[in-house]
């Protein structure tokens, strides 16, 4: 089918290498966006007003990417307004399913077997990426957008007159500098760990695990000076990282050979992930059984290399305990 598994694999997968062999995300492609009036967003179409149970979110609880747009739900009490379905978190040759399972929410717009027949219902031709999270225009029948980081916006502001809980996690005085933190963590750590666990050659793999920890480092060292990345006020790029480090230790230390350091290892980023999943509802959202089975039972999703992991690193000669 050539449907591509939330930027992680598809039945092309080469298709996402660089010639060095790197892994090369592809851009969303559908970028529409949900205004408090229907105008027209920064990109895509006008047309999509905020209303409420016009929307429906289409999601797998082991994607870091669709957990940012669960938690900007849960943030803004939208669960009344927009509804949700979740995949199977075992993925396979077809890609995502609502094939049942652990914590499976099916389809209710067509009963659809996989996720891949709720983009042809928006455009028959379709053949992009098919990813989570999906949002859905129920009104139209077509796809509002599959850009996570574009969804969790409209989920912050559009739906603030109709009902939607105080909170504004990208305040205007702030944005540059929550960009400028975005920046360094899509590029190296959300996105860094694909770039790790996805390349096929030593170089790009070496490339991409020095890239990740000198940016974990950064971040350490941003932490021990306040309590979120962007001074002391709580904004989308503590979540955007947050959903990132949360299957850290669980996932990508292991499985994607990001083993130099776990984050438990980070005094400060362990402090800073805690102290996120301890507020109220975070637990809910962050479902440990299908991050592991995605990443550890889904077929072909991890290709078989030659790559000889740079960690962990121990040291057997320091001082032992008295």
């Known amino acids: 089918m050539g449907f591509l598994i939330h930027g992680e694999w598809h039945d092309k997968w ?3 290498e660089a010639k060095d062999g790197s892994f090369v995300r592809p851009d969303a492609k559908i970028r529409n966006w949900i205004t408090a009036t229907g105008e027209p967003g920064p990109s895509g179409d006008g047309g999509f007003k905020a209303e409420a149970n016009r929307y429906h979110l289409y999601i797998a609880n082991s994607c870091p990417w669709a957990h940012r747009a669960v938690i900007f739900r849960h943030l803004k009490g939208l669960e009344d307004i927009i509804s949700v379905s979740v995949v199977n978190a075992i993925s396979g040759a077809d890609g995502w399913t609502f094939e049942a399972g652990h914590g499976v929410v099916p389809d209710p717009e067509f009963g659809a077997a ?31 957008s599959n850009e996570s980081g574009e969804i969790i916006r409209m989920f912050n502001s559009a739906f603030d007159d109709i009902g939607a809980t105080e909170g504004d996690y990208y305040p205007e005085k702030l944005r540059a500098e929550i960009d400028a933190v975005n920046e360094l963590v899509y590029g190296a750590v959300n996105n860094g760990v694909y770039r790790v666990g996805f390349a096929i050659s030593q170089q790009a793999y070496e490339e991409a695990y020095g890239n990740l920890f000198a940016a974990l480092d950064q971040l350490e060292e941003r932490l021990a000076r306040q309590t979120f990345l962007v001074g002391e006020q ?29 984050i438990v290892d980070y005094p400060h980023l362990w402090r800073f992930v805690r102290q996120l999943y301890a507020m109220p509802g975070i637990a809910d959202t962050t479902d440990v059984w299908s991050i592991k089975a995605h990443y550890y039972a889904s077929g072909k999703l991890l290709k078989q290399t030659q790559i000889v992991p740079l960690g962990p690193e121990i040291d057997f000669l320091s001082e032992l305990p008295k």
């Open 114 to 144: 996989f996720l891949y027949e709720i983009y042809q219902q928006s455009d028959s031709t379709y053949t992009g990426q098919v990813t989570v999270p999906t949002l859905w225009d129920k009104a139209q029948k077509k796809l509002v």
């Open 234 to 262: 709580l904004t989308e790029a503590d979540w955007r990282l947050f959903t990132t480090l949360v299957r850290f230790d669980y996932v990508y230390y292991g499985a994607f050979r990001c083993n130099k350091r776990r």
């Open 14 to 16: 080469r298709d996402s």
